[in-house]
T-cell receptor
Framework: KNEVEQSPQNLTAQEGEFITINCSYS?????LHWLQQHPGGGIVSLFM???GKKKHGRLIATINIQEKHSSLHITASHPRDSAVYIC?????????FGTGTLLAVQP | DAGVIQSPRHEVTEMGQEVTLRCKPI?????LFWYRQTMMRGLELLIY????????DSGMPEDRFSAKMPNASFSTLKIQPSEPRDSAVYFC???????????FGSGTRLTVV
């Protein structure tokens, strides 16, 4: 079993829909990261969380340390949000990655 | 700030050749990480440095891989000899410390034929 599990693996949405991607982890962590990778592109760090909730534009990330669970929400989704979203946990200064969620937002 | 700079962006080489990937971290960041991304295994940590010192190289696949960080502004990842299974995208990332986020470079897409 992977230490970091993401769901769903693939997600197709219509433009404007509210999107949720989930991440569960099984190890003790100091922080959790949400990353975005466009096809053939580099990796961009969206959020780093150790507790509570963070918001940046249309993106919201939450974490529940007790339940070892985090969610990434996208409000009013847009085709340019189409990308792979990767959850990663920071454990002893190393990142352990989930397998990613491939999001396609259709116009 | 130019971000984390990796070179080359693309590398195609023949099996058996030596390959050197380069990374310039963000000035002031004291941790540097090399990651490999493949379709089969996703993102994997190869090695990371703190204050130019290798801290954890447990992810380095085998002796054909080596990494150095001679100073705070430069690191190399070398594969010698390269094999087709080394084909992947190699990312370098840097971080100020564990309480800060990571900044990734654009990656080097390596193809070994």
């Amino acid at each position: 079993k992977n230490e970091v599990e993401q769901s769903p693996q693939n997600l197709t949405a219509q433009e404007g829909e509210f999107i949720t991607i989930n991440c569960s982890y099984s190890v003790g962590i100091s922080a959790l990261h949400w990353l975005q990778q466009h096809p053939g592109g580099g990796i961009v760090s969206l959020f780093m969380l150790s507790s509570g909730k963070k918001k940046h534009g249309r993106l919201i990330a939450t974490i529940n340390i007790q339940e070892k669970h985090s969610s990434l929400h996208i409000t009013a989704s847009h085709p340019r949000d189409s990308a792979v979203y990767i959850c990663a946990v920071n454990r002893t200064n190393k990142l352990i990655f989930g397998t990613g969620t491939l999001l396609a937002v259709q116009p | 700030d130019a971000g984390v700079i990796q070179s080359p962006r693309h590398e195609v080489t023949e099996m058996g050749q030596e390959v050197t990937l380069r990374c310039k971290p963000i000035s002031g960041h004291n941790s540097l990480f090399w990651y490999r991304q493949t379709m089969m295994r996703g993102l994997e940590l190869l090695i990371y440095f703190n204050n130019n010192v290798p801290i954890d190289d447990s992810g380095m696949p085998e002796d054909r891989f080596s990494a150095k960080m001679p100073n705070a502004s430069f690191s190399t990842l070398k594969i010698q000899p390269s094999e087709p299974r080394d084909s992947a995208v190699y990312f370098c990332a840097s971080s100020k410390d564990r309480n800060y986020g990571y900044t990734f470079g654009s990656g080097t897409r390596l193809t070994v034929v």
